[in-house]
């Protein structure tokens, strides 16, 4: 079939990337989906760090790309083998397939997929190769025709949200319920689980003790989210944007640092007397990160689910580390299992306990795509939902 989808060829275009337009929209052959494949008509669509991380060169990806990863549509056609889902169904995209039968999947950690991520690292979809293509032919149409060349499009993620219709696995879709609107449903996907992950899984952060989070884009503010949820007390917030930190402060029982305070170190440390239990670095910056750590207290634990380029590095004391019986975690998709924490979080936003539908601070259609990343790029945007018409 055909459809529309946001294309990156190149990486590092200049900015504003209204005028240098990094993604295009084009039309692409899609294939059928093949087995334990889904057919999705994708309904909203969250613009991400990660999306912008790599428009810009930070994480290198496999180039061409349909971008998007944070999503939720409508089933619309099954492949073989997929018996649990029915054509039209609500879903919800995860940008980790878990096989369920690696190491990490049988220790109950499909964040960790083993094929899962040699997929995504490959731009390819689980069950291996690619179902995007361009001149209108597909790589099986081609096979005997040299004479017709097929431009194979790589996927993000295995998802490739930034479309109007996506093939994925089986296995990167959580159903929802059809009662929950598509633009709220998309964010569940990464920001919700990523940052109110990283506080409930990856921490186990427990009512009463102190959380700190550094950096306020939409997993960060969803990890605010999740600290009120689960009882911390208090709950610091730490940006360079006083919009962001207003934002935070409504989110409820919040006190705010400014990042760009030459003492916002001393300042966080004075809040949660003398360094908070955990601490939670959002910004994807080796700086923020030294930051969170010093924040932290003895005995304390630094999680951190920022994507810095791959080249950065962390000088850590380690007398700091021992003595003090310090802990640095990495927070995958927030330690998730898709299917358990997607309809628990889902049950607290409903209870008014996880307000996600505050992260959202706009909505664009798909051709106006690469402007919407200009203000996430500016710090102006929390959540931008490209949505598609019904």
């Known amino acids: ?6 294309i990156l060829r190149s990486v590092g275009a200049a900015r504003p990337y209204a005028d240098s337009r990094p993604l295009s929209i084009e039309t692409v052959t899609l294939d059928p989906p093949g087995r334990d494949e889904v057919l999705v008509a994708i309904k909203a669509a969250g613009l991400c760090h990660s999306d912008l991380s790599v428009i810009n060169g930070d994480r290198p990806r496999p180039l061409p790309m349909a971008l998007g990863h944070e999503a939720a ?35 109950g950690r499909p964040a960790l997929c083993e094929p899962g991520a040699a997929a995504n690292g490959k731009g390819e979809l689980l069950g291996g190769g690619r179902r995007l293509h361009i001149h209108g032919h597909s790589a099986m149409d081609t096979m005997d025709r040299p004479d017709i060349s097929a431009e194979s499009i790589h996927h993000h993620l295995g998802c490739s949200a930034f479309a109007e219709h996506a093939v994925v696995s089986r296995r990167s879709l959580v159903k929802i319920d059809p009662a929950l609107p598509f633009e709220q449903a998309a964010l569940f996907g990464c920001a919700v689980l990523t940052g109110v992950g990283a506080v409930v899984n990856t921490a186990g952060v427990r009512a009463g003790q102190s959380a700190v989070v550094v950096g306020l884009g939409g997993v960060g503010l969803a990890s605010v989210l999740g600290a009120l949820a689960s009882g911390a007390s208090p709950v610091v917030a730490v940006d360079l944007s006083e919009d962001k930190l207003s934002l935070a402060r409504s989110l409820g029982a919040v006190q705010t640092v400014n990042a760009a305070d030459v003492d916002a170190v001393e300042q966080v440390r004075a809040l ?17 990160l030294d930051s969170a750590w010093r924040m932290t207290r003895r005995g304390g634990t630094t999680v951190t689910a920022g994507l810095p380029p791959p080249d950065a590095a962390l000088a850590v004391n380690v007398v700091s580390l021992v003595a003090e019986e310090r802990t640095l975690k990495g927070s995958y998709i927030g330690t998730c299992v898709p299917a358990r924490d997607i309809p628990r979080y889902v049950a607290l936003f409903r209870e008014g ?38």
Request: proline content about 3%; some cysteine.
């Open 1 to 6: 079939m055909k459809t529309r989808a946001a």
């Open 272 to 288: 949660t007397h003398g360094g908070a239990d955990y601490v939670f670095e959002m910004a994807g910056s080796v700086r923020a």
């Open 353 to 390: 306990r996880l307000p996600v539908d505050r992260l959202m601070t706009g909505r664009v259609a798909l051709d106006d795509i690469n402007a919407a990343f200009d203000r996430l790029a500016d710090g102006q945007a929390v959540r931008t939902v490209v949505v598609f018409e019904a």
């Open 73 to 107: 549509g409508v089933v619309e056609a099954l492949g073989e083998g997929v018996t649990d889902l029915a054509i039209g169904d609500h879903v919800v995209m995860v940008f980790m397939p878990s096989c369920g039968h690696c190491n990490p999947c049988a220790e």
